[in-house]
């Protein structure tokens, strides 16, 4: 499988770079399309539809193909996989019945693929990754290899979409099916974010909703061990603020803990709604704010991911979280060319709401403040 990864401000920039890429006879037949809302993202997927490929798209919150970072832009990895090792499905979630409708999906990619993984790229703020992760458990098994991230908007917290040829939605999924008998792949979702302080228990909770800890409503624990300051409504900032540099860490049996900052705050009662399930009675701490660590901690587990299960690979596709270049600025394109540096073969990647894959020892779950990483090579 031949790779190329290409980037633009413009959809006359896009089909330029396309142009240049095919001139040589190469001729891709499926597109990884991470683009901004503020790009007529109709207008390039329609430029790839009639180019023959299929596209498997979401906007973003920024977009690379190398460690330079963007913001605007639509950053493409075009491959010429064979077309019969893949298949797009696109369904809406009208009922928030994610679960059903995974299920649905990956019972058809059952049907094709004896082995099938998948991409998966989700679309709405209430869109629950879990039960979309579950559901495809419930019909390939734990051990299914599935990875993807919620889509971006800009960091206008308002609309985001995913997208592939013909079909474009706001509350939806786009999966991309993988016959693993015939495609190898490979990924590692890897935080870094250092815990503090004690266990604490949630003691309230339903769903995402994370009412009190240690029976203080969250929102106040969160300003006392934070030290946060103007805990009020009318502070734009204070969402950013508490996903990117005081989230909880949900602790796990085994594996690595799960991150999961607050993103929405009930004023009522000072609980705020999480990017995943906290259980009530699990187990909680909160985390310190990053700094080289976190870095080097997600390098290095893409190089172990190299070394133990993925010598080798043709393109690498990264899922990382909004939070961590809020966190970490210009020092994320240190992260993004440590990990482009393990392999150097074609990339690109987006910053998400969320992101999907297994953390190192873990469970199948839906992150935040992750970089889940993926490589990708044909047999």
């Not at 993807?148 to 706001?170: C, E, I, L, Q, R």
């Not at 870094?192 to 949630?202: E, F, I, L, P």
Request: with cysteine.
């Amino acid at each position: 499988m031949i790779a190329k990864s290409i980037k633009g401000k413009s959809t006359e920039e896009i089909k330029a770079v396309l142009s240049q890429s095919i001139a040589d006879g190469f001729k891709p037949t499926l597109a990884i399309a991470f683009i901004s809302k503020s790009l007529d993202r109709k207008v390039i997927t329609k430029l790839l539809d009639q180019a023959g490929i299929t596209v498997f798209g979401c906007t973003t919150n920024g977009e690379f193909i190398d460690e330079e970072t963007g913001k605007g832009s639509a950053a493409i990895l075009l491959l010429d996989m064979n077309k019969e090792n893949f298949q797009i499905y696109f369904e809406e979630f009208p009922e928030n019945n994610f679960r059903e409708v995974a299920t649905e999906i990956a019972q058809k990619a059952k049907e094709k693929f004896s082995v099938p993984a998948f991409f998966i790229g989700l679309s709405h703020y209430e869109t629950d990754g879990e039960e979309i992760l579950h559901g495809l458990e419930d019909v390939v098994g734990k051990q299914v290899n599935a990875f993807g991230g919620g889509a971006g908007d800009d960091y206008d917290f308002t609309d985001n979409f995913v997208f592939t040829n013909g079909k474009d939605g706001g509350k939806a999924m786009v999966c991309l099916a993988l016959d693993e008998t015939k495609v190898e792949i490979k990924g590692i979702a890897s935080c870094g974010w250092k815990a503090v302080g004690t266990v604490k228990t949630v003691t309230k909770s339903e769903g995402n909703h994370v009412y009190t800890v240690d029976d203080v409503p969250v929102l106040d624990l969160t300003v006392k061990y934070g030290g946060l300051e103007n805990v009020t409504p009318d502070n734009q900032n204070l969402l950013m603020e508490l996903a990117a540099n005081f989230p909880l860490q949900l602790q796990r049996k085994t594996g690595d803990p799960v991150m999961r900052p607050g993103l929405m705050v009930d004023w009522s009662d000072r609980s705020y709604y999480t990017s995943g399930t906290v259980p009530q009675g699990s187990k909680v701490r909160f985390s310190l704010p990053p700094d080289f660590d976190v870095m080097e901690k997600v390098i290095k587990d893409v190089e172990n991911l190299k070394a133990t299960e993925m010598p080798e690979a043709e393109a690498v596709v990264v899922f990382s979280c909004a939070g961590r270049i809020l966190s970490l600025g210009p020092l994320m394109s240190q992260e993004i060319e440590g990990i482009k540096k393990v392999w150097n073969v074609p990339m690109a990647g987006m910053f998400s709401n969320s992101e999907l894959g297994r953390a190192t020892g873990g469970n199948l779950e839906m992150h935040n403040l992750t970089t889940c990483t993926i490589a990708l090579k044909e047999k």
